[in-house]
């Protein structure tokens, strides 16, 4: 792995874990395993860190999203394994981080929003398209309008609220909220379908839905 990807790498370990407030050049440079000169041979100081790791670390989850979405059967397979990858990620993040992210890197997390937008809407989307022509989501549905309500309330449990106050309650929160959207755009035929996914590959969750 080269120097840069191992900054931004472990940058994003140390963000997620720790959040981004109290993390210094000297934790990066540490966590991966290079010299502080190394370190400001690539960045100027952590703002540039924050701004390109976030990016990066969007970009490496939108591809590995597409990945899912292309391994799945149909959409109910590919909605199911992409709830199942974020409750994997969200087993390993700080709550608090997208909250310091947008109270102290306010540019970062505008580029993390916009990406978002643009990258997940146009998922959610088309996996909606998808599930309307295979007859297992319901006809008639906004898909576009559909696809920004998911990313925008999928955003919703990554900021601490009283909802949220541990990785065990963001896991729980993520998951339920995504059941819900699921439960108002499926079919019969569709949840049919959506409770063998989720007992496949969402039974090891710590949600009790």
């Not at 998911?150 to 009283?162: C, D, G, Q, V």
């Amino acid at each position: 792995m080269e120097a840069l990807e191992k900054i931004l790498s472990s940058s994003i370990e140390l963000f997620s874990q720790y959040g981004f407030k109290s993390i210094t050049m000297d934790d990066i440079a540490r966590r991966a395993g290079i010299s502080k000169k190394t370190l400001y041979q690539h960045f100027a100081n952590k703002q540039e860190v924050v701004n390109e790791s976030v990016i990066w670390y969007k970009n490496n989850t939108t591809d590995n999203c597409s990945c899912v979405l292309q391994g799945a059967d149909n959409a109910i397979e590919a909605m199911v394994k992409i709830l199942a990858f974020f409750d994997k990620i969200h087993r390993e993040m700080n709550p608090m981080a997208m909250f310091e992210m947008q109270r102290f890197f306010p540019e970062a997390y505008k580029k993390f929003r916009d990406l978002l937008l643009e990258q997940d809407v146009a998922m959610v989307r088309d996996n909606i398209l998808q599930g309307i022509k295979e007859g297992l989501y319901r006809e008639g549905l906004n898909a576009e309008l559909l696809g920004r309500y998911k990313i925008e309330t999928s955003l919703m449990a990554l900021h601490p609220n009283l909802l949220v106050n541990d990785r065990t309650g963001l896991m729980s929160v993520a998951l339920e909220i995504g059941e819900h959207f699921m439960y108002g755009i499926m079919t019969p035929k569709g949840i049919e379908q959506y409770v063998t996914y989720k007992e496949k590959y969402l039974k090891n969750t710590t949600t009790a839905i």
